[in-house]
């Protein structure tokens, strides 16, 4: 049988310095020439635009949900996603409501992709322990889904959360609001996610994609296990890439704003690592690095 495929944009939200002249564009113009390409992703009839969350300064978007509610003002029809939404240092309650909002603002077309972050300045930031960085997505992913599932909320609460017993949360979204688990390959991760049945979305971060073909083999017995409908379950997998009218001029004008993002952009600042060059590296231009997400329906 055919299977059928979405495909989108994902991005990081990154300020990433131009490779010529070594300046960065300041974050009102990230943010405009996000805000025109999710426009034009729209336009074009791609499926899904996603958007990144960090809390440092060489990235423009730490509040996905308020950017794609500007993107919804824009566009029709393509499904707004956060990608993701650091769910182990945020409130499972505002985050529910964040998106239900968005899904009212959009006609329905919001989703949440929860992870626990690669990167980890939030942490910090919102007074977590990274000792927990488990124990925290567990359980607010756990909270989450009780808030999803009905109104009065009933969670028992925990170590990280607090009891919500009948209590009203609102605004509820048009629908059952999609909520995926990010996971970049981890396989008690990938095990977890298809026992809970939900949608897997797997972020290539560096590697072949065939790195994924276990986790997502563990994923689908994990769900079977489970008693799930595997053949109904979704899989996203999203990589870094640059489109062009050749395969060589793709890659000649992606590089230098690639390698300057893989070192700048990455966990800890200013350590990243070297991306290896193209056969031909001309004068470089800079694009804006985006990820391209691939999902089955």
């Known amino acids: 049988m055919a299977q059928q495929f979405e495909i989108g944009i994902m ?31 729209d336009q074009v009839g791609l499926d899904v635009f996603g958007v990144g969350e960090h809390h440092r300064s060489d990235f423009f978007v730490s509040a996905p949900p308020v950017v794609l509610s500007a993107i919804a003002t824009r566009t029709e029809r393509i499904r707004l996603a ?22 009212l603002i959009s006609g329905g077309r919001a989703e949440i992709i929860a992870g626990r972050g ?26 989450l889904l009780a808030i999803r599932a009905g109104n009065p909320a009933r969670w028992p609460g925990g170590r990280f959360t607090h009891a919500l017993t009948g209590l009203d949360i609102a605004p509820r979204p048009l629908g059952e609001l ?17 026992t809970l049945g939900l949608p897997l979305a797997l972020a290539l971060l560096l590697g072949p994609v065939d790195s994924f073909v276990r986790p997502v083999e563990l994923y689908r017995q994990a769900a079977a296990d489970a008693g799930h409908d595997v053949d109904a379950l979704r ?26 993002g893989m070192m700048e952009n990455n966990h800890q600042r200013g350590a990243g690592f070297a991306l290896p060059a193209p056969p031909s590296t001309p004068r470089p231009r800079r694009p804006a690095a985006c990820w391209w997400a691939a999902r089955r329906r």
């Not at 490779?19 to 805000?35: D, F, I, K, N, Y």
């Not at 999609?178 to 298809?194: D, E």
């Open 235 to 260: 899989i996203s997998v999203s990589t870094g890439g640059f489109v062009g009218a050749t395969s060589q001029g793709a890659r000649d004008t992606m590089y230098p704003a690639f390698r300057v």
């Open 11 to 41: 991005t990081l939200g990154e300020i990433t310095p131009d490779p010529v002249t070594g300046r960065s564009p300041s974050a009102q113009t990230r943010m405009r020439e996000t805000l025109e390409a999710a426009t034009l992703a």
């Open 118 to 143: 690669s990167y980890t300045e939030s942490f910090p930031l919102f007074g977590y322990d990274l000792a927990d960085y488990s124990d925290l997505f567990r359980e607010k992913l756990d909270a």
């Open 178 to 194: 999609p909520v995926w688990v990010g996971v970049g390959g981890t396989p008690a991760s990938a095990v977890r996610t298809g």
């Open 82 to 103: 956060s990608a993701v939404t650091v769910l182990s240092s945020d409130d499972p309650i505002r985050v529910f409501q964040d998106f239900a909002t968005l899904d």
